[in-house]
């Protein structure tokens, strides 16, 4: 069956009015209420992205980015906030689901595309120093991301 872009960004509009009140009713230890509300309001703007995109945005690939972005803190992050954020997503039956991107990167041994590249610049050091990956595995991420950057400048393309 085709996805349908109209009921996708709905779909991800209710994952982010989850993710704000999950994390306006139990916000993650030590951040402050502008630190709340600086993510609050990134997130609105996720949402009002996906529910009026842009011209030339309204497209499934364009929604998938604004999923990404959405989905990272709830992926890496451990809490209340997330594990109530999971719970309702689950309930709600919106599809999204809790994966370890950066354990699947390693155990792919490659780095498939822009979205993980970032992914894994944005993580290595934080997954290294909470202790979900070894050095052994933060080594491995940096050769792989290095491979990423070389194949992307070997074709000509902009990682």
């Given amino acids: 069956m085709k996805k349908d872009y109209t009921l996708e960004a709905e779909k991800v509009a209710r994952a982010i009015d989850i993710a704000i009140e999950a994390f306006m009713k139990t916000p993650p230890p030590g951040f402050t209420d502008s630190q709340v509300n600086q993510f609050v309001k990134v997130y609105k703007?996720?949402?009002?992205?996906?529910?009026?995109?842009?011209?030339?945005?309204?497209?499934?690939?364009?929604?998938?980015?604004?999923?990404?972005?959405?989905?990272?803190?709830?992926?890496?992050?451990?809490?209340?906030?997330?594990?109530s954020f999971w719970e309702k997503v689950n309930e709600e039956n919106l599809g999204y689901k809790r994966e370890d991107q950066l354990r699947k990167i390693l155990d792919r041994g490659k780095i498939r595309g822009r979205i993980e590249y970032e992914l894994a610049v944005d993580s290595i050091v934080p997954a290294e120093q909470e202790g979900s990956i070894t050095k052994e595995d933060a080594s491995l991420l940096g050769k792989l991301i290095s491979e990423f950057e070389f194949g992307r400048k070997k074709t000509g393309n902009k990682a």
Wanted: cysteine-free; overall charge negative.
């Fill in 45 to 83: 703007d996720y949402k009002e992205s996906a529910l009026n995109p842009l011209p030339g945005f309204r497209k499934l690939a364009s929604l998938k980015y604004i999923v990404n972005d959405i989905l990272t803190f709830f992926q890496e992050s451990k809490g209340e906030a997330v594990d």
